[in-house]
């Protein structure tokens, strides 16, 4: 196993992949230093459309990611790891900040790493009562989605692996 295991899960893989197959972070992949998978929370809906999304429970504006597909997406992440530890992070607005510290922490997590990127408003505040270990936030403002806080995250992380660099 990689000394950092990765699980990504997101509505949109393609604007990770390019990153991940590139440069230091592809090294770190090809040592063995570093392992990122890739899923796709909308492999996980049951609708013919893929719906992801929906308005949040209670009524409120906006939308949130539904809860089905998240459940069964990290349901299958941990299926899929074969009985390790995991820890669950959401990317969030409201979430600890992410520093070098952390990054350093994280660098060292020997439990499976599944990165929850959020989309739209939100996700669905069940899922976060059931399966997030911890929240994490680049800062005090909002992106599109958490695709780009999950890479910044991996590379800060990456980085400080012994050999990676």
């Not at 070098?100 to 499976?112: D, F, H, I, K, V």
């Amino acid at each position: 196993m990689a000394k950092l295991t990765i699980e990504v899960l997101t509505l949109f893989p393609g604007i990770l992949a390019g990153p991940l197959s590139e440069s230091i972070l592809k090294r770190a992949q090809e040592k063995g230093l570093l392992a990122v998978r890739l899923w796709n929370i909308r492999d996980f809906t049951g609708d013919k459309h893929r719906t992801a999304d929906d308005s949040p429970y209670g009524g409120e504006a906006g939308m949130v990611l539904k809860p089905e597909p998240l459940f069964r997406a990290v349901e299958a992440v941990k299926a899929a790891c074969s009985g390790d530890e995991t820890l669950t992070i959401l990317l969030s607005p409201q979430g600890r900040l992410f520093d070098q510290l952390y990054a350093e922490q994280l660098s060292r997590e020997t439990r499976r790493v599944i990165l929850l990127c959020g989309h739209y408003e939100a996700i669905d505040e069940r899922v976060k009562d059931a399966v997030v270990d911890e929240e994490l936030s680049l800062g005090d403002y909002v992106l599109t989605g958490g695709e780009l806080a999950a890479l910044v995250v991996i590379d800060a992380a990456a980085r400080l692996i012994p050999g990676v660099l």
